[in-house]
């Protein structure tokens, strides 16, 4: 299955914020969407990634004074993407290797959607009933 494939059904909306934006602000935008992270974007360009894990990380060392810091201060600059033609399997491969649990879609250097490892995790699930049902299916017939 492709990339494409996983987008077709769980749709290609992406939350973004600025690097500007303040780590409160951020916040915000996290719990209205109840995601885990945030594309961070100047005009349509990709320039980073934000997360709770990045959030977490930077308030044990910068305490409460966090939430006025600029997301650009705390965010993830050297982003790891992937196309539409990529396979969920070299997805979940380079997520696992790289420890990666958000990865933005990329079409022609513009963001064209989003996948998470719960995506990933979604679709072998999907993938392994449909085996179980098939082969259900041939034993039945036998």
Partial sequence: MKI????????????????????????GVLGEHNIGAAVVT?????????????IVRRLRERGSGLLTATVGEIMTSSVVTCSPQDTVD???????QRRIRHMPVLVDGRLAGIVS???VVKNRIRQLESDREQLESYISQG
Avoid: F, H, Q, W
């Fill in 42 to 54: 100047e005009g349509d360009d990709v320039v980073g990634i934000v997360s709770e894990r990045d």
């Fill in 117 to 119: 490892i719960g995506d």
């Fill in 90 to 96: 070299s997805l979940a491969e380079t997520m696992t």
């Fill in 4 to 27: 494409s494939d996983l987008l077709r059904d769980k749709g290609s909306a992406v939350a973004t914020i600025a690097p500007t934006a303040t780590v409160n602000e951020l916040l």
